[in-house]
DNA sequence: CTGCATCCTTACCGATACTG
DNA sequence: CAGTATCGGTAAGGATGCAG
């Protein structure tokens, strides 16, 4: 995402105190246009990568192997690839990754409850504030 | 951030089949890069503009700026000005904000407890992988 | 089918200067 | 003190074509 800190220790300072929790990394990740998506579809069970190319409508064959390859690099998803002709590829979460997406699920379940909430206020403000985005 | 649908109800597909569930709109707000600082910083209190930008290092006026009026704009905080010279302004979290930020601790606990075994992970996957980000 | 390489547009964000 | 206005670098991500 934008932040990119690339490496896991580096930051100056974390939202808890001054020291760092680690939030910047998982935000960096889940933060991106489309690691949510990818997981919670790997939270219904194994996929393939063409499986999940067409769960998940809009996402390019570019952004799909990148957010995979990600996720596979924080552990939190396996890849599985068998050498037959043509090429077969399984993703699934592993086991930490699977207690993120539940942290996902909830954050979705929060959503969901105040969806309406935050749109009201977004319509509140706007009235109030012509040319704003 | 990079996503930025803007309207509240603009989404082809969420997460949760095939219905917007909303998570879009929330990564949109706590994935960019200070929002889930400023909100930690006020889950500890009310706080005036100039306390909030000693209390997050690095952020700009600028920033700090767009960030609170985005958050006031989704109704998490609440803007207090007293028109008095020099002009004094206070953010405190509403009670919707609240229940955010205490997801958002949640997901902070999660990167704590986790935070070692991810950069295990990416430290075996780099090492695997020479020229990879 | 699964990926990689390249080009290109968009917009996030930092730096800086200015206002009431 | 609490913003606003403007400019510019940079990285994310979409489109397209090619490869094993």
Redesign the interface.
Known sequence: ???AH?E??SQ?????GDDD???R???DR????WT??V???LGKGVRRFRELHRA???ISQRMLTLTT?RL?????VERTAYPTIPPQVEYRLTP?GR??AK??E???D???T??D??????E???VG?PG??
């Open positions: 995402m934008s932040v690339t896991i220790t100056a300072n974390g939202p808890c929790c680690g939030i990394d998982v935000l889940i933060g991106d246009k949510v998506l997981m919670v579809e998940i409508p809009g390859r596979c690099r924080d552990g939190l930490i207690s993120l942290m996902v909830e954050l979705a929060w959503s969901r105040h969806k909430a935050i749109a009201d206020a977004r509140q403000w706007d504030h704003d985005g």
